[in-house]
């Protein structure tokens, strides 16, 4: 990422006591001249079934509900045009959201998605499956979740990466974090760090039982790790301008030490890179990635590889009522 021209804000509600990720795209596009998108997405499964054998009055229905939907937008827009934003509002009838919401990301080809994340602890994950979690996995473009609805002052940006692509995450993912993560800290003139956490290395010991043994590698062995794994993340730093005193190597479990991380360097914005699994591989590297982001208690941005295609379809399945925007 080295620009934005347009930011897709997905309200949950069209009309909310707050907002943190409408503040603070505002906020985000007063400083790099981007238009804001406010975009809902509309879909009432009640409605859905009362069209059975009333098609007319089913489109009439879906018509009035955009038509309400989009003028409560427009209201939460003027104030946002007043300060000399560019915004444009818009609302699709569309299911499952977290689709729709990619559907218009690409539909206007966006550079960012925002949207207000209420995971707070772990007993959310079942009501946030399909929004947080899937947008998470699917949307094409950068996503930033917004946790804390404090305005960015000077923020410590922290990008996580992993120069030995655990999980087999393509190699170009570190460049578009560091890239994404960069460009963050310079439009909101805060600082870039960098952070990497592995685990020790280990020995597999044949047993005579029914699996091998797994135990921690030699003392000389893990300090020359240790040394290979640091002096790969200094050299990837180095390539995007980040200093060596701005990058951490730590020996540990990910899961615990990125939060513990970026809480003492007190990080506004985690960059993050995601890799979307099938089967077995996208359910264990997924909850991995969940429980980060249970943890962290602060704004996080999610990025893929150049090369990631959303399977999302471009067409949605129930029928689209969408107003001009």
């Given at each position: 990422?080295?620009?934005?021209?347009?930011?897709?804000?997905?309200l949950?509600q069209?009309v909310?006591?707050s907002e943190?990720?409408l503040?603070?795209?505002?906020?985000?596009a007063?400083?790099?001249?981007?238009?804001?998108?406010l975009?809902?997405?509309?879909?009432d499964?009640?409605?859905?079934?009362?069209?059975?054998?009333?098609?007319?009055?089913?489109?009439?229905?879906?018509?009035l509900?955009?038509r309400q939907?989009?003028?409560r937008l427009?209201?939460?827009?003027?104030?946002l045009r007043s300060?000399g934003?560019?915004?444009?509002t818009?609302v699709?009838?569309?299911y499952?959201?977290?689709e729709?919401?990619?559907?218009?990301?690409?539909?206007?080809?966006?550079?960012l998605?925002?949207?207000?994340?209420?995971?707070?602890?772990?007993?959310?994950?079942?009501?946030?499956?399909?929004?947080d979690?899937?947008l998470?996995?699917l949307?094409?473009?950068?996503?930033?979740?917004?946790?804390?609805?404090?305005?960015w002052?000077g923020?410590?940006?922290?990008?996580a990466?992993?120069?030995?692509?655990?999980?087999?995450a393509p190699?170009a993912?570190?460049?578009a974090?560091l890239?994404?993560?960069r460009?963050?800290?310079?439009?909101?003139r805060?600082r870039l760090?960098?952070?990497?956490?592995h685990v020790?290395?280990?020995s597999?010991?044949?047993?005579?039982?029914?699996?091998?043994?797994?135990?921690?590698a030699?003392?000389?062995e893990?300090r020359?790790?240790?040394r290979?794994v640091?002096k790969?993340?200094?050299?990837?730093a180095a390539?995007?301008g980040?200093?060596?005193?701005?990058?951490?190597?730590v020996?540990?479990?990910?899961?615990t030490?990125l939060?513990?991380?970026?809480?003492r360097?007190?990080a506004r914005?985690v960059?993050?890179?995601?890799?979307?699994?099938?089967?077995?591989?996208?359910?264990?590297i997924?909850?991995?990635a969940?429980?980060?982001l249970?943890d962290l208690?602060?704004?996080?941005?999610?990025?893929?590889?150049p090369?990631?295609r959303?399977?999302?379809?471009?067409?949605s399945?129930?029928r689209?009522v969408v107003?001009?925007?």
């Open positions: 990422m080295d620009a934005i021209r347009r930011i897709l804000v997905a949950a069209p909310a006591a943190p990720a503040a603070k795209a505002a906020q985000l007063q400083r790099c001249g981007a238009e804001l998108e975009f809902h997405c509309l879909y499964p009640y409605v859905f079934r009362r069209q059975t054998f009333h098609t007319r009055g089913f489109d009439r229905n879906i018509e509900l955009v939907t989009r003028e427009e209201k939460r827009a003027q104030p300060e934003l560019r915004v444009r818009s699709h009838w569309d499952p959201p977290y729709g919401i990619i559907r218009q990301a690409m539909r206007h080809e966006v550079d998605v925002m949207v207000s994340s209420r995971r707070r602890r772990r007993a959310a994950r079942l009501f946030l499956e399909f929004t979690w899937q998470i996995r949307s094409p473009v950068p996503l930033l979740l917004i946790k804390t609805p404090q305005p002052k923020p410590t940006v922290l990008a990466v992993d120069p030995f692509h655990a999980h087999a190699a993912l570190d460049d974090i890239q994404t993560g460009f963050l800290s310079r439009t909101l805060g760090h960098v952070v990497h956490a020790a290395a280990l597999v010991i044949a047993a005579p039982m029914p699996e091998p043994m797994v135990v921690p030699p003392a000389a893990v020359k790790e240790a290979r640091r790969a993340v200094l050299a990837l390539r995007h980040v200093a060596a005193r701005q990058a951490h190597v020996t540990g479990d990910p899961v030490l939060p513990r991380i970026a809480r360097s007190r914005i960059v993050m890179g995601a890799v979307s699994r099938s089967g077995l591989k996208r359910l264990f997924g909850d991995t969940q429980r980060v249970d208690d602060c704004d996080i941005c999610v990025v893929k590889a090369d990631f959303t399977p999302v379809p471009a067409r399945a129930p689209a107003l001009p925007g």
